[in-house]
């Protein structure tokens, strides 16, 4: 007998779809060669620090004598619930588990987590806490969950050391980011009196939502002149933009130069028209998806996932969480077979052999994102999930649809004298082709009816502008950043202005194979989510926001000297591909995360940092009692009769815990430098004390 162990009980069903002929009883199916059982997602958890030896706290408090703490060994146990004891549905499962694998007539356990590292991890992890010694293990790969695709698979299951590579990345993530979770959360929280989430991901993705959201409030527009005309040639109205720029102060100059244009006059130079082809998009990423129903749905990132998930689990799309928005070459007849069954529903559709189809240099685990074998009916699905299936069914058709969308793109030049040619382009869809079916990225834009010769009538004149602050992230401009945080910015806002076939994602590609995103397909939407639920940001329609208790854990983190950009985390990232990829080995890795967070805590506190909530930092001026360190004062201990107070950020520098001991003692400080005016300009000062905190003393 074989023991096949699901991730979950709707893919252990579907096993059991695909079998046929089996029995159900309390846990598990039976049938004349296999038992099918099913985990609930994750069994075991990493346990907490009081359960390591010599970190016991029989309180059960957070405390800074358990930090930081890096096992020797990893340990595991089963989930627990909400009062700390396991969970007795999980308990239960497991035992049912570990009966049907320790069998005298079962030879082979198959692992039938999700085709990915954390479902390799899941299912691990019961097997290596059953002892399965004398057992086969082998591997169920499932890339969707069709009666077609897990009957192929169980007839070539693979050797479950095949996968040792992608269980050694996930186990280093797991233990890497408990590491850093665990230890800078207590460690934060401890130094603040307020629980600071504080992870290996979460930190940089919010901290790139503080930092656009600060850039916007602090931005101070600037004006300028630039050069417009907006005049009607044979009564079309045709705008031209001049590229020159003045100054705010020189509005003469731009006076003078409006009329030198205009007396220079305009004429067409150049046209040009050509018959092309417009290629449809690339198939879809779960994060290119999840871009597309934001923008277009204002979707959220969590619902989005949790549709896509479900219609993978009903056997309707291939497994969601990939990074790929390309097709292995193997899959070519299995596309075949796909396209063929479409092509019966009535869409024009054939099978097509492309490298910007087919593509195993750009494929890491997973293909992008089609419909299976499996098509349902609307009346099948839910409005969002209907919604969802045709985005992916509709992509997939356009990429292979057997009619061509022909365009026609014409350039015209307009020259005003010797000063400046201008460029405009247009497109106007003559055969639609694809974009029937998938119009993401097709517009219609006509040019004036022009020809070469022909004067335009020009009137140019100033025009006042601003430079405008930069954008709010949105689902899709975050997710793009946090593919690739290293591309340059004006290089990924130019390549939103044109049609996603014709970019070369090559470099995109390269950092995520390397590790360089922040984050992964597969933990991505639950990490932001986490942020969201945590109150530290928050998202309206497709836009992201920074909140309060979010801008107060990146400041506190600042003032901590707790660095968590996208530099180390990416770092931390292409030592985990190393480990994938056997470099390195999950210890080497570990011992990365280890040196990091032991680097916090060996800073000196009273010197460099501003200590710990709690802690006293000398005796109140105006009271007598004592003042201790609070979330955002130095403040007196008898706080509700006395407001007496040292602010521990004042015009954008940290008054660390030395020196607000310093003022307290000496009524006065030492000259500190790094402080930001209002105006943006850094000054120095002494402070001293007042009736109330203190004040700046610049004699």
């Excluded at 069709?146 to 590579?165: G, H, P, Q």
Aim: net charge neutral; aromatic share 10%.
């Amino acid at each position: 007998m074989k023991v096949i162990i699901a991730e979950k009980p709707s893919l252990g069903r579907n096993i059991v779809s695909a079998i046929k002929d089996m029995k159900r009883e309390d846990g598990f199916y039976i049938g004349k060669e296999y038992i099918v059982t099913w985990a609930f997602g994750h069994l075991f958890t990493l346990a907490d620090i009081e359960d390591y030896p010599g970190h016991e706290n029989n309180l059960g408090r957070w405390t800074m004598d358990n930090l930081p703490c890096f096992p020797n060994e990893f340990k595991f146990g089963l989930k627990k619930d909400s009062n700390k004891q396991i969970d007795k549905g999980i308990d239960k499962q497991f035992n049912i588990i570990k009966t049907l694998c320790k069998r005298a007539d079962v030879d082979e356990i198959i692992n039938a987590g999700d085709a990915d590292r954390e479902g390799e991890v899941i299912v691990r992890l019961i097997t290596n806490n059953i002892k399965t010694e004398g057992k086969k293990l082998t591997r169920l790969w499932l890339p969707d969950q069709t009666e077609e695709t897990i009957n192929a698979a169980l007839k070539d299951l693979k050797e479950e050391t095949e996968y040792n590579n992608l269980a050694n990345e996930g186990l280093a993530r797991t233990y890497i980011d408990w590491l850093y979770g665990v230890n800078l959360t207590r460690y934060a929280t401890l130094k603040t009196g307020t629980l600071l989430r504080v992870g290996r991901v979460i930190i940089p993705i919010v901290k790139a939502i503080y930092d656009r959201d600060m850039s916007i409030r602090n931005f101070v527009p600037e004006m300028y002149y630039g050069m417009q005309s907006q005049e009607k040639t044979n009564g079309e109205e045709i705008t031209l933009d001049s590229k020159e720029k003045f100054d705010k102060n020189q509005n003469a100059k731009v006076l003078d130069m409006c009329k030198k244009y205009n007396d220079a006059k305009a004429f067409v130079v150049d046209k040009k028209v050509k018959k092309d082809k417009l290629n449809p998009s690339k198939l879809y990423s779960l994060s290119k998806l999840q871009n597309v129903l934001g923008k277009k749905y204002k979707m959220n990132m969590e619902k989005s996932l949790s549709l896509v998930q479900g219609l993978y689990e009903k056997g309707y799309l291939t497994y969601p969480r990939t990074n790929s928005e390309y097709l292995a070459t193997a899959e070519k007849d299995k596309m075949k077979t796909i396209i063929n069954n479409i092509s019966k529903l009535g869409y024009p559709v054939e099978f097509k052999d492309k490298k910007t189809i087919f593509d195993d240099s750009k494929i890491e685990s997973h293909s992008a994102l089609t419909p299976t074998f499996k098509i349902p009916k609307k009346e099948q699905l839910t409005p969002d999930e209907f919604t969802v299936y045709q985005t992916v069914f509709k992509r997939f058709v356009a990429v292979f649809c057997s009619i061509d969308c022909e365009i026609e793109k014409t350039e015209i030049k307009i020259k005003v004298g010797d000063y400046e040619e201008f460029n405009l382009k247009g497109t106007i869809i003559v055969v639609p082709g694809w974009t029937k079916y998938d119009d993401t990225n097709t517009k219609d834009k006509i040019l004036p009816n022009l020809n070469v010769g022909d004067e335009v009538v020009i009137n140019f004149k100033p025009k006042e502008k601003e430079t405008t602050p930069p954008k709010h992230y949105t689902i899709e401009t975050l997710n793009n950043y946090l593919k690739n945080p290293f591309k340059e910015d004006k290089k990924r806002l130019e390549e939103e202005e044109v049609d996603e076939s014709s970019i070369d994602d090559t470099e995109d590609y390269k950092a995520i194979f390397e590790g360089l995103e922040l984050g992964t397909e597969a933990t991505r939407t639950g990490i932001i989510d986490n942020a969201i639920k945590s109150k530290y940001i928050e998202l309206k329609k497709d836009v992201y926001y920074i909140l309060p208790d979010g801008e107060y854990l990146i400041n506190s983190l600042i003032q901590m000297e707790i660095s968590m950009d996208k530099y180390k985390t990416s770092e931390m990232g292409k030592a985990l591909k190393k480990v994938y990829h056997d470099e390195i080995g999950i210890n080497d890795a570990v011992g990365i995360a280890q040196n990091e967070i032991s680097e916090i805590f060996n800073m000196k506190d009273d010197q460099k940092t501003t200590g710990f909530y709690g802690d006293k930092v000398g005796v109140c001026p105006k009271c007598g009692n004592d003042i201790i360190k609070g979330k955002y004062y130095y403040g007196c201990k008898d706080y509700k009769n006395c407001d007496f107070r040292i602010p521990i950020t004042l015009c954008g520098r940290v008054i660390t815990l030395s020196e607000a001991k310093e003022i307290l003692e000496n009524k006065t400080s030492k000259e500190l430098e790094g402080f930001i005016s209002k105006k943006g300009t850094n000054f120095k000062a002494k402070l001293k004390l007042d009736e109330k905190g203190v004040s700046f003393d610049f004699n």
